[in-house]
């Protein structure tokens, strides 16, 4: 077969892009990555002499679709605003091809069949002559797709071309969607921050830097566990030890611990019959010079690997509830023994009255 020069030019100029794509890709951080996929997606359209090149995103449910990043040749028309967060349904005739792994090939207008000639139109609208869109996946699994659009005429590709720009576009599929778990996981964070700082609960978290082996005794783990360091507190918990978190950070639990070292023993020995999985305790803690107090305590451990790396807790000081309780109880038999005196007084009357006749 007689390859024409132009075409091996060009596939050998994606060979190349996609090496550099690769390399980019892989070593962006989080931050940049914006700028990066840009900056791929302006080198595959000029590889592809197109005048846009732009990325499309499903949603987790697949049930709506952006436009996450897109390059125009100078004087073409930016969509990209247009397409954020739309449904999949503004789109019949491209997102059920796409879905389903098929890629859409228009080099002309005129090759879409009678049924197409709304969207044709639509296209021709839009100054667009021909048009390339390729599903682009993730672990098996179609999440947007790679397109190209040309406005100066009659486009040109072959199968190997389609075939290196699947990858180009499965490699940027891979970065946005690290990038957008990342921002997830960024923002689901800040809510919990925001919790944890905003919560009356004392709230906490002990790290050990090496990990405890769970195959150690009991008494083993405990003693090691005590040199775990706070590494995360909130204002709560800080005002429990009369401190700041700031001035708490970094010191270990055996510093802070209130609690007898019997009575944490006792507490990680109860963690592990629970299999480690959060518990709730509710313990009283006596410190000289003040008034006992009644703690509701969470605890939890995490594992990782065979080694506890991380302790979360929680409490909050119960102790006026627990007044209220034994108040109230106390009350309550107050009312059983009052009511109990006004029964044997009316069933003594009732029985003087029989005896009197009265």
């Not at 930016?78 to 879905?99: H, N, S």
């Amino acid at each position: 077969m007689v390859v024409d020069r132009d075409e091996l030019s060009q596939r050998v100029a994606f060979e190349r892009l996609m090496a550099l794509v690769t390399t980019e890709l892989v070593s962006t951080p989080t931050e940049r990555l914006d700028a990066t996929v840009e900056s791929a997606l302006a080198r595959v359209a000029s590889v592809m002499a197109a005048d846009r090149a732009y990325v499309f995103i499903f949603s987790e449910d697949g049930a709506r679709i952006t436009c996450t990043h897109q390059w125009c040749s100078p004087g073409t028309t930016t969509g990209r605003l247009e397409v954020q967060d739309l449904p999949v349904e503004r789109f019949p005739w491209a997102v059920p091809a796409i879905k389903r792994g098929r890629s859409l090939e228009l080099r002309e207008l005129a090759d879409l069949p009678p049924e197409s000639a709304a969207v044709a139109e639509r296209l021709r609208a839009l100054g667009i002559k021909s048009l390339l869109a390729l599903p682009i996946s993730v672990a098996g699994r179609v999440v947007g797709s790679i397109g190209l659009d040309w406005y100066t005429g009659p486009a040109w590709w072959d199968d190997d071309s389609v075939a290196l720009m699947r990858v180009i576009g499965d490699l940027v599929a891979g970065s946005v969607t690290r990038q957008r778990a990342e921002r997830e996981l960024r923002a689901s964070e800040a809510r919990l921050r925001s919790f944890i700082a905003n919560t009356t609960d004392a709230v906490w978290c002990y790290e050990h830097a090496e990990g405890v082996p769970t195959t150690l005794t009991i008494d083993e783990q405990f003693e090691m566990l005590l040199t775990a360091r706070l590494v995360e507190c909130n204002d709560a918990y800080a005002r429990s030890h009369d401190s700041t978190r700031e001035a708490l950070l970094g010191r270990t639990m055996s510093e802070l611990s209130r609690a007898s070292r019997e009575r944490l023993r006792r507490l990680l020995a109860e963690l592990h019959a629970a299999g480690g999985e959060g518990r709730d305790f509710e313990v009283e803690l006596v410190v000289p010079g003040q008034e006992p107090r009644v703690l509701s305590i969470y605890l939890r451990l995490l594992e990782e690997s065979g080694r506890i790396t991380r302790v979360w807790g929680s409490f909050r000081d119960i102790t006026a509830a627990r007044a209220v309780e034994r108040e109230r109880a106390s009350l309550q038999l107050q009312l059983a023994d009052v009511r109990r005196r006004l029964a044997d007084a009316y069933s003594t009357r009732t029985v003087t009255a029989k005896r009197t006749g009265s």
